[in-house]
């Protein structure tokens, strides 16, 4: 079955750095898009950084712009998300996703979560002060 599997999360404090994981499985990963978002309780669950299937252009919210670098190895079916300079509000579960011909939306940095194929299962990342 197709797979998603999101790790690297832990506790920092504000001012460290994480690098997160997600391998995939059960489909042609090349092909796909693959987002990272992010939730706290109660909120909508939101993208931050994107790196496409074609040309490996990313793509990030305004929010953790310069501060993290999404990237894949599509030899290992992986992509990861580096995060540095955390803040406290980077608190919350991040979670990756696979979609198909995003190209607008990594345009406008809007990822609707209706948009993806498949879903992680989410790694908690937690900044304190």
């Known amino acids: 079955d197709v797979q998603l599997q999101a790790s690297g999360g832990g506790s920092v404090q504000a001012g460290g750095s994480l690098r997160l994981s997600c391998q995939a499985s059960g489909f042609t990963f090349s092909d796909y898009d693959i987002t990272w978002f992010r939730q706290t309780p109660g909120e909508e669950r939101d993208g931050v950084a994107c790196?496409?299937?074609?040309?490996?252009?990313?793509y990030y919210t305004p929010s953790v712009q310069g501060r993290f670098t999404v990237s894949r190895d599509n030899a290992k079916n992986t992509v990861y998300l580096q995060m540095n300079s955390l803040k406290p509000e980077d608190t919350a579960i991040y979670y990756c996703a696979a979609g198909e011909r995003m190209t607008l939306r990594n345009i406008a940095r809007i990822w609707p979560i209706y948009e993806y194929d498949y879903w992680g299962q989410g790694t908690q990342v937690t900044v304190s002060s």
């Open positions: 790196i496409s299937s074609t040309d490996g252009s990313t």
